[in-house]
């Protein structure tokens, strides 16, 4: 799909929606960053504060930090739901069969 312009809150933006090109798995990103919020108590690029640096950050794809968690199926469903690169990310489908849910 594509849009003609760039709406929505920022912290849950996925990286291809600055290119324009959203779909399903923009998604899976979304959820990742709430699922990535309710471990961590703020979302990936919390520590940018300016709007034009948390922007570039996520459309130049820069990779989160993952602070250690205690269940590593927890932290794999995360960085799988933020892969920065779409096609790399599951889908909806994959994530029900994934262990952690």
Same mark, same amino acid.
Do not use: H
């Given at each position: /799909?594509?849009? !003609? /312009?760039?709406?929505?809150?920022?912290?849950? /933006?996925?990286?291809?929606?600055? #290119?324009?090109?959203?779909?399903?798995? !923009?998604?899976?990103? !979304? #959820?990742?960053?709430?699922?990535?919020? /309710?471990t961590y108590g703020r979302p990936p690029y919390f520590d940018l504060i300016n709007r034009e640096q948390k922007v570039d950050a996520i459309a130049r794809m820069t990779p989160i930090i993952y602070p250690p968690v205690d269940d590593l199926y927890l932290l794999d469903i995360m960085q799988k739901c933020l892969a920065l690169s779409a096609r790399f990310r599951p889908t909806a489908y994959h994530l029900q069969e994934h262990p952690y849910t």
């Open positions: /799909m594509q849009v !003609s /312009m760039v709406r929505g809150t920022l912290d849950y /933006m996925a990286p291809e929606v600055f #290119a324009y090109q959203t779909g399903f798995k !923009s998604d899976i990103w !979304s #959820a990742g960053v709430i699922l990535y919020e /309710m």
